[in-house]
């Protein structure tokens, strides 16, 4: 944005001086103004070059951002179907079962591990949206209580950490304003904020 400004400003000084009020001026020191004028275009031009390659590698930033989301989205995709799977199991099997005592440490519900690398990296943390990056980090110490005590509430976890994944894939893709991320952000989190509630 900055390179920009000061293309248009050099842009709009070269015009002044094309103006009819300094035609006079122009004829006498037409060297000194050619050589102005040079300098002029090749400092647009470079500005120009460096706001395209910002440009550029903003939007790259961006795709790969969308990339990395929607491979955390299969991640936890994954976690949960088999999540799924387990807690089915799990209701099947009659109370007097002996499984059934320690069925969880023996059969320990999957973690997206995925998403703690996901967060710790530069081009996340930078391009991610303020508030999808604190839900999630909060959604992520929630995931790690429920995991260990309640799968039911793990799962709900799980489905909520998708759902925050998909808004913000929604919005790096220009699919919502900020605004509207948000309000769906907080609905979300009024949820968790009510299982975390529950648990204690």
């Known amino acids: 944005m900055f390179y920009t400004i000061i293309t248009i400003l050099l842009i709009f000084i070269s015009f002044i001086i094309f103006l009819p009020k300094f035609k006079s001026a122009t004829e006498q020191y037409s060297l000194g103004i050619n050589f ?6 090749t400092l647009v031009g470079v500005l120009l070059a460096i706001s395209i390659t910002n440009y550029e590698s903003d939007r ?7 990339k990395l989301l929607n491979s955390a989205i299969t991640t936890v995709e994954t976690c949960q179907e088999y999540s799924e799977e387990l807690l089915k199991y799990f209701n099947n099997l009659p109370d007097s079962d002996n499984l059934k005592q320690e069925f969880y440490v023996k059969n ?8 703690d690398t996901l967060l710790m990296q530069s081009i996340v943390s930078k391009n991610l949206s303020g508030s999808a990056l604190s ?37 790096q893709n220009h699919e919502m304003t900020e605004h509207q991320l948000n309000g769906q952000l907080d609905n979300i989190g009024k949820t968790a904020g009510t299982i975390d509630t529950d648990k204690k």
């Open 36 to 41: 102005i004028l040079t300098l002029i275009a």
């Open 108 to 115: 320990p519900l999957p973690y997206p591990t995925y998403l």
């Open 135 to 171: 839900e999630l980090n909060e959604l992520l110490i929630n995931l790690k209580r429920s995991r260990q005590k309640d799968a039911s509430s793990y799962l709900i976890v799980l489905s909520q950490t998708l759902k925050v994944l998909s808004l913000e894939v929604a919005f």
């Open 60 to 66: 790259k930033e961006k795709q790969d951002v969308i």
